[in-house]
């Protein structure tokens, strides 16, 4: 398995800085992508499913206001969306190799560290 490790977070989400915390207390070495600052693909987030193993409307913050509407949507339209509007991405996804999981709750990390 591939050890390099990926969070794709916000900083102001206390999931995403919980993981953090987590992450560096484990001494691995990781990169941090605030996903705000460098925009998450159709073709990456489509990638992060598949790695999540969920669906795509799993990875949808459906709560969120932009995301009102959206349950007509197809995948590759939900997709494109969540691409737009960064805020409907579940936060944080921590990646390692080919495996991934969402930090809700940020101990699902121990899960990829584990491994």
Do not use: H, W
């Not at 197809?74 to 921590?94: C, G, K, S, Y």
């Amino acid at each position: 398995m591939d050890d390099k490790i990926t969070i794709y977070q916000k900083p102001t989400c206390s999931k995403c800085r919980a993981t953090l915390a987590i992450l560096d207390q484990s001494g691995r070495a990781f990169d941090s992508i605030n996903y705000y600052e460098q925009p998450l693909t159709v073709e990456l987030l489509r990638e992060l499913v598949r790695k999540l193993n969920i669906p795509v409307r799993g990875l949808l913050r459906a709560d969120e206001p932009l995301a009102q509407g959206s349950e007509s949507l197809n995948d590759e339209a939900l997709l494109q969306l969540m691409a737009d509007n960064p805020d409907l991405i579940q936060r944080p996804i921590v990646v390692r190799g080919d495996n991934a999981v969402l930090g809700r709750p940020p101990e699902n990390v121990s899960k990829l560290l584990a491994e």
